[in-house]
């Protein structure tokens, strides 16, 4: 099966899909996904298994209505102040699970992460399922995240069902927020800013593990990977007689390269969130030697930008 529009028919084909134990990948504004119905053990092992995603990296649960988490975890009061200012969005609350929930989507924790997506197409393909979707980010286990279908069909081909939704606005992944703690932890840095969050709520704590610690799986330090090896470019470093690409984040360098890349001409973090991936897809895809990439201020959005470059980069040998 191809890429194909998501019209309406063909949403309920996907739902048809979905609930015949099938997978599909799916647009929402932060990254594609790659859909399971979260109750159904044997197709949240699908995932697993296509992903190639180790057993110790949960899922996030997809819902389209405030009356699906009643199956799905036990909410609180922060909770809900939270969904209620930043859903449907880029925000995924981890929370005590319920029952139903499978251990395998959790990884046998006793908490499920759970998020209500803004994107049409998501929304109406999990109202049309009328059960919750677990999907995580629809590409092999560390590699680059999708940004548009056309990512996802050259990861997985053409077996696999995929709605095109166009490029994710956001292009991050979503900040991930542990509300089981006294003190709420951010867990991912991702498209809502934790500044936000701290204004709204009050004191916040950020715990961003970069190995492959129990309290944050999935977090790994090697993650987001291209092919290509990357480097943050802090110095004017030389690398002569390589092909070299560089993505800058609003200037462009003195220095001539391969290619260029601007993430953001206005110096809006927006922007280059929405373009980073998508970039870094391109460049990978025409067999430089390196790809360089221009930090940008560590504030807002900034904070996921930075915190996905490190784990691209993570072991990049050259
Ligand atoms: O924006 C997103 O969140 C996208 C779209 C598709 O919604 N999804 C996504 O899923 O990024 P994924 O699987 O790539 O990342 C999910 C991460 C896991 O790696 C893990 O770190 C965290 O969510 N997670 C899931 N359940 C958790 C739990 N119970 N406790 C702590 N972290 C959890
Ligand atoms: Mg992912």
Sequence with gaps: MPIVKPTSENIKTAAELLKKGELVAFPTETVYGLGAIAFNERAVAKIF??????GFDPLIVHIAEFSMLEEVCHFNEKAKRLAERFWPGPLTLVLPKKENVPG???SGLPTVA????????????????????????ANPFGKLSPTKAEHVLSYFGEELFILDGGECRVGLESTIIDLTQEVPVILRPGGVPPEEIEKFLGKIEIKIASSSSPRAPGQLKKHYSPRTPLKIFWRKE????????????????AEKYEVLRILSPAGDLKEAAANL?????ELDKMGL???LVEPVPEKGLGLA????????EADSEI
Excluded: Q, W, Y
Aim: proline fraction near 9%; glycine fraction near 4%; include cysteine.
């Design 238 to 253: 030389k690398f002569s007689g390589k092909r070299i690409g560089f993505i800058a984040f609003s200037k462009p360098p």
């Design 277 to 281: 991936f998508k970039f870094l897809h």
């Design 289 to 291: 030697d390196l790809i």
């Design 49 to 54: 298994e296509l992903k190639n995603r180790p």
């Design 104 to 106: 395998i989507l959790t």
């Design 114 to 137: 759970v998020r209500m997506p803004a994107h049409k197409v998501a929304l109406e393909l999990i109202k049309e399922c009328g059960l919750p979707i677990a999907a995580p980010s």
């Design 305 to 312: 930008i930075m915190d996905r470059l490190r784990r691209a």
